[in-house]
T-cell receptor
Framework: DARVTQTPRHKVTEMGQEVTMRCQPILGHNTVFWYRQTMMQGLELLAYFRNRAPLDDSGMPKDRFSAEMPDATLATLKIQPSEPRDSAVYFC???????????FGPGTRLTVT | AQSVTQLGSHVSVSEGALVLLRCNYSSSVPPYLFWYVQYPNQGLQLLLKYTSAATLVKGINGFEAEFKKSETSFHLTKPSAHMSDAAEYFCAVSRTGANSKLTFGKGITLSVRP
């Protein structure tokens, strides 16, 4: 049963600390998406990769957020320094370019105090 | 640019009643349309998709949706609600050839009363 996995599932950290979230896309998928979900803003697209290359990160605060794909089986989203307003659930999704549907991971619930 | 409108934030139905969740889209080119479901503390799960084949699309868990171009709608229905259907539902649109990006609606919470 192929699934997107995300680690950690929960993270509590103090303001100013670095946070790294990891995602393993479904094997063979070549698109990866990072989303942030909050009650106020709903689901926001932060970044999008195709074949490991970043195609769109316009939704991401550039001064503190960074997203990378070191290899085809790992995507990372880093926040440095973290702030309380970054508290949210961060989802990773993967898919095949041209097929449009995305498969979501279980999310990382981040709390910044 | 494409967009999705899900009117209202909450729908409540009785168990066994018809479920109808509305979605209207805006797209300058033929769209691909999706419904996702999110159960508490879980990620989004694909319910069904429309990709320009049959206009009536059947999905998992007894849900279906009908693409109506004249009404720019893609409403989600289920004949008989079950308690396990209580969740948040998201409609999403993608423009063909648009690098697989989806634009999501704000979501609607479905409650099912016993």
């Amino acid at each position: 049963d192929a699934r997107v996995t995300q680690t950690p599932r929960h993270k509590v950290t103090e303001m100013g600390q670095e946070v790294t979230m990891r995602c393993q896309p479904i094997l063979g998928h070549n698109t990866v998406f990072w989303y942030r979900q909050t009650m106020m803003q709903g689901l926001e697209l932060l970044a999008y990769f195709r074949n490991r290359a970043p195609l769109d990160d316009s939704g991401m605060p550039k001064d503190r957020f960074s997203a990378e794909m070191p290899d085809a089986t790992l995507a990372t989203l880093k926040i440095q320094p973290s702030e309380p307003r970054d508290s949210a659930v961060y989802f990773c999704a993967s898919g095949l370019d041209g097929q449009y549907e995305q498969y979501f991971g279980p999310g990382t619930r981040l709390t910044v105090t | 640019a494409q967009s999705v409108t899900q009117l209202g934030s909450h729908v409540s139905v009785s168990e066994g009643a018809l479920v109808l969740l509305r979605c209207n889209y805006s797209s300058s080119v033929p769209p691909y349309l999706f419904w996702y479901v999110q159960y508490p503390n879980q990620g989004l799960q694909l319910l069904l998709k429309y990709t320009s084949a049959a206009t009536l699309v059947k999905g998992i868990n007894g849900f279906e949706a009908e693409f109506k171009k004249s009404e720019t709608s893609f409403h989600l229905t289920k004949p008989s609600a079950h308690m396990s259907d209580a969740a948040e539902y998201f409609c999403a649109v993608s423009r063909t050839g648009a690098n697989s990006k989806l634009t999501f609606g704000k979501g609607i919470t479905l409650s099912v009363r016993p």
